[in-house]
Every structure is written in structure tokens, then in C-alpha cells.
């Protein structure tokens, strides 16, 4: 079910991101889908002059540390309809988000569904009417996702020099058990912030073979560049987490990269092509070595994490 391993997604990409904030000092987090999160969440008034749209509009919004929505920009969703879910984004409330017990802020996308005025139902508490819903399955951009998403908790649990960031992100999946949504057959992911490195590695294992089982299906191709784009990723976040300048591994990546995309399969997301390409780019026009050239790559590479889980492709 795509609500079942997208919920997994987001929350392990929701400790990512928290983490990397933690090694840059930063107070702001990144927190996925925050619909879920929301205490209060009204619901948009439709537009009259949107008699004939419908369909999904994503929100980026800001929250601030007192859990108040400050700021609140459509990602995607019918034109007529976006200004109605930015204004209801910015009446939301949320619980304040602590890390390491002092309150931080946090970006994020609110998703609502408009369905035809008589009979329109919008996402409340993140809760989604499933006949609201086109599938419920993943489609070519969530398969890279979840790709990259396991091949980096597996460098992650390998690496000991990463044991304390590793410990935080693990624990994100701990905190999730709570969450009533979450899957019951993944309960057996609570063990990973107290388990050895050993065991820690049979629970990725296990947790990307029902992945791959329940939700790749004919797309192996996308699950395959999913874990290169995972290399990708971690190299750049075990970079900044330690304080690496060395680029040779990004490098290796990104040239075997540079073949996938040149004529990717239908389906692959064209965002995420034009950024690769663009940080291609970069890494082949300048000094490979440069330590300035390894952070405007590092940052560039972070950007990727939007294209996959914040906005739709089209």
C-alpha cells in the first residue's frame, strides 16, 4: 500500500534531514508531509470561480518555533485552487518540534484534495479518503525514493564513524511507532536505535525486501538508480557530518549517473533529471578537487531530496 511504505519514507527522510540539520547547527528541519503533525488543520473554503477544478494541491509552509504556519507557497495542484489551500495552510497550528529539547522550525508540505464541490473530501489529519485517491501505488519517482532511501541506512549503519547521527535517525523510526498509520508489519523496526550493527543490518535488509516485494513490481530499473542516487546522497551527507573536503566517491557516482539519465525509461521525473545533469555539470567544468566546488555539489545535492518527496512530477 503506498500510504504504508510513503509513511516510512517520509519519516526516515524526516530524521535525514534533522540530522544533517544537527551537524550544520541549523534550526530549521525538514518535516516531509506535516499534515499528520498538525493539532488544528481547517479546511479550505472552494473557490466559486473553481466550479470545474480538482484534484491535489501541495503547500510548502514554514513553521515556526511556537507551531504557528508563517509562511505558505503552492508547490503544484490546478491554479484556481491554490490560492484557497494557501490561505487555509497559513491557519494551521502544530505542537512546536524540539530537538535536543529546544524548539526549532520547521518546512514542510501540507496536501489537500479538492474533489468536485458536491462531493469534495480533503485530507484532515492526514488522514486521506481512499476514494479521494487515483492508486495506491508507487509510482517511478516514490520507487527512486525508497531506493535511495535503504541504500543509505544501510551506509549509514556500516559506517561507525556515523554511530551518533545513525542513532538519531534510527530513532525517528521509533518515535513513528505511535503513529497509529503506521505499518504493523514494520514493527519490527522499533529495535534499530538499541540494536547492534549486525541486527541493524537483517532490519534494513528485511524492510527493503518487502519494499521491493509489495511495491517495485515492474519498476526495478527506478529501484536500481535509487540506490546510485542514495550513494549520491550519503556521500554528501557523511561529508558534511564529519567534515570531508574528499570528492573522489561523488565523482565515481555521478559518472555512472551521467550514463542512466542520458535516455532515461518513460516515467523517470524530469525535475530530477535537469538537477542531476546541472550538478554534473558543475563537477566536470571546474577543479575536481576544489573544497569550495565539493560544498556548492554537497548543496546542490540536498535539493534533491525535494524534487523526490515534495513535489509532483507531472
Known amino acids: 500500500m503506498k500510504k504504508r511504505l510513503f509513511l516510512l519514507v517520509a519519516v526516515i527522510f524526516f530524521g535525514f534531514s534533522t540530522g544533517l540539520t544537527q551537524t550544520q547547527n541549523d534550526k530549521k528541519i525538514f518535516g516531509g508531509v506535516v499534515n499528520g503533525k498538525a493539532i488544528d488543520l481547517p479546511k479550505p473554503e472552494f473557490p466559486a470561480e473553481a466550479i470545474n477544478a480538482a484534484g491535489e494541491v501541495k503547500v510548502q509552509v514554514l513553521i515556526d518555533e511556537q507551531g504557528n504556519v508563517v509562511s505558505a507557497k503552492a508547490l503544484s495542484g490546478h491554479p484556481l485552487l491554490q490560492q484557497a489551500a494557501e490561505q487555509a495552510a497559513m491557519k494551521a497550528k502544530f505542537k512546536p518540534t524540539l530537538l535536543e529539547g529546544n524548539p526549532v522550525k520547521v518546512s514542510g508540505t501540507i496536501t489537500y484534495i479538492f474533489n468536485e464541490p458536491k462531493t469534495r473530501e480533503i485530507i484532515e489529519n492526514g488522514k486521506i479518503d481512499p476514494s479521494a485517491t487515483e492508486t495506491d501505488e508507487f509510482d517511478e519517482t516514490d520507487i527512486i525514493g525508497g531506493g535511495a532511501v ?6 549509514f549503519n556500516s559506517d561507525d564513524r556515523l554511530l551518533p547521527l545513525t542513532n538519531t535517525l534510527f530513532g525517528f523510526i521509533t518515535n513513528a511507532m505511535k503513529d497509529d498509520d503506521f505499518p504493523k508489519e514494520l514493527e519490527f523496526a522499533k529495535e534499530l536505535p538499541t540494536a547492534n550493527k549486525e541486527r541493524r543490518a537483517e532490519i534494513i535488509a528485511l524492510m527493503n525486501s518487502i519494499f521491493q516485494e509489495k511495491d517495485v513490481g515492474d519498476k526495478k530499473w527506478f529501484y536500481s538508480f535509487g540506490q546510485d542516487l542514495g550513494d549520491l546522497v550519503f556521500e554528501s551527507l557523511k561529508r558534511t557530518a564529519l567534515g570531508e573536503t574528499d570528492n ?54 540536498m535539493t534533491l531530496l525535494d524534487l523526490i518527496f515534495d513535489e509532483d512530477e507531472e
Open 150 to 155: 535503504f541504500r543509505m541506512l544501510a551506509k
Open 248 to 301: 573522489s566517491q561523488t565523482r565515481i557516482v555521478l559518472s555512472k549517473i551521467r550514463d542512466q539519465i542520458i535516455v532515461p525509461p518513460a516515467g523517470f521525473p524530469e525535475k530530477l533529471r535537469s538537477q542531476l545533469k546541472e550538478i554534473i555539470q558543475l563537477s566536470e567544468n571546474r577543479n575536481p578537487d576544489s573544497p569550495a566546488l565539493t560544498r556548492e555539489i554537497d548543496q546542490k545535492v
